[in-house]
C-alpha cells in the first residue's frame, strides 16, 4: 500500500521572467479542479512569515485558515527559521552562482548543492501537497535556479511551463507605477531600470531553455498568444499538467470567473476576483521611446528571435 510520503509531490513550475501576465494564468489555474495556485512561493519565507503580506485570499499570511494549517502540519510548533532561509536562498540562487551551476548539472551532479534548509522547503511543499489532497501545486516563482532546487528534491515530481513575453512589453511594464496590495496600503512596486530588465529577461528566458527545453514536462507559451486567444492555450497548460479541462472557468471566449486564491506573492494581480476579462496589454507600442525600443531591442536579440519575435517595429504600431 502507498503512504503518502511515498506520493510524489507534483508541481507545475512557471519558469521565465517577471512581468510576463503569469499572474492571471496562475490565478485561472487556481480555479481548476485539482490544481491549487500558490503564486510565488519561494518568497514564502520572507514576505509569508516575515513580512506577514497579505494572502490572496484577503487577509495577512499568519490568519490565513490555510496557511495556518499546512505550516503547523509541516512544522508542528518549531516555527523555522524563516528569514534566514529567505537569506541563504538569495545567496545559493543569485545570478553569479549560474556558471556553478551549469557546471554541476554538466558533469551530472546535482545543479544546486544540497543544504540544511532543503529538508524545511521539501517539508512546507509537502504538507502543503497533502493539505490540498495531491493537487497540482501551481508555483509561479519562475527563476530557474530555484526550479533546479525544486527539481533535485526527493520526491518532487516537476513539470515547467515557460511563459515568454515581448522584452520590449516587460520592460515598459518594469517602468510602470502599480500599487503592491500586500500590506492594504498605499506601497508601490518596485522598479528596474530598461537595461536591466532586458538583461534579467534574456538570461532567464534562455537559461530555462537551456535547463528544460527538450524535457517532455516542458511547455512553452508566449503571451501574446495567451492574450489573443485564452481558452485553447489553458486547454493545452492543463492537459500537460494532467488535469481536466472542462473545469476552466471561462465565461465567454475571452473573459474569466476568478475566486480567491491562496497566492503568497506576485503581481497585485494575484488578487482578483470575480469577472475578469482577458486582453492583449499592448501600450508599449505606443507609448515606449524609440531609443528605449532600440536599446532593450539590441540587448534581447537573440532570444527575440529565438521565440518568434520581430525586431523591427510593425507599420501598424504607434509612433511615440
Known amino acids: 500500500m502507498t503512504s503518502r510520503q ?14 510576463s501576465g503569469t499572474t492571471v494564468i496562475n490565478n485561472i489555474l487556481g480555479q481548476v479542479d485539482g490544481a491549487f495556485a500558490c503564486g510565488e512561493l519561494r518568497y514564502v519565507w520572507q514576505r509569508g512569515v516575515v513580512e506577514n503580506r497579505l494572502c490572496g485570499c484577503g487577509v495577512p499570511f499568519s490568519e490565513c485558515p490555510l496557511w495556518a494549517a499546512v505550516m503547523a502540519r509541516a512544522f508542528g510548533t518549531a516555527t523555522p527559521d524563516a528569514a534566514g532561509i529567505a537569506d541563504r536562498l538569495l545567496q545559493r540562487l543569485s545570478s553569479r552562482r549560474v556558471p556553478a ?13 544540497s543544504h540544511p534548509d532543503d529538508t524545511a522547503i521539501l517539508r512546507l511543499y509537502r504538507a502543503l501537497s497533502e493539505h490540498v489532497d495531491g493537487a497540482v501545486i501551481v508555483d509561479s516563482s519562475k527563476l530557474p535556479p530555484y526550479g533546479l532546487l525544486l527539481g533535485g528534491l526527493p520526491g ?3 513539470f515547467v511551463l515557460h511563459i515568454v513575453r515581448d522584452s520590449r512589453a516587460t520592460a515598459f511594464s518594469w517602468q510602470r507605477t502599480k500599487p503592491l496590495l500586500d500590506f492594504g496600503d498605499d506601497q508601490l512596486m518596485p522598479k528596474l531600470m530598461f537595461w536591466k530588465s532586458s538583461l534579467l529577461w534574456a538570461w532567464w528566458n534562455a537559461l530555462t531553455v537551456l535547463l528544460w527545453g527538450r524535457n517532455s514536462g516542458y511547455l512553452r507559451v508566449r503571451y501574446e498568444d495567451f492574450a ?3 481558452q485553447p492555450v489553458m486547454q493545452r497548460i492543463v492537459a500537460r499538467a494532467g488535469l481536466d479541462p472542462t473545469g476552466l472557468p471561462f465565461e465567454t471566449a475571452t473573459s474569466v ?3 480567491p486564491t491562496h497566492s503568497v506573492a506576485g503581481n497585485p494581480a494575484r488578487h482578483s476576483r470575480g469577472a475578469v476579462q482577458v486582453r492583449s496589454d499592448d501600450e508599449w507600442k505606443r507609448a515606449l521611446p524609440s531609443r528605449v525600443r532600440l536599446m532593450v531591442t539590441a540587448l534581447t536579440a537573440p532570444v527575440l528571435l529565438r521565440f518568434g519575435y520581430p525586431l ?9
Open 6 to 19: 511515498d506520493t510524489p509531490v507534483r508541481v507545475l513550475y512557471f519558469a521565465g521572467s517577471g512581468r
Open 101 to 113: 551551476i551549469l557546471l554541476r548539472r554538466l558533469v551530472g551532479r546535482r545543479p544546486v548543492p
Open 156 to 158: 518532487i515530481e516537476l
Open 228 to 230: 489573443a486567444d485564452p
Open 257 to 259: 470567473r476568478i475566486a
Open 312 to 320: 523591427r517595429r510593425n507599420r501598424t504600431e504607434g509612433e511615440s
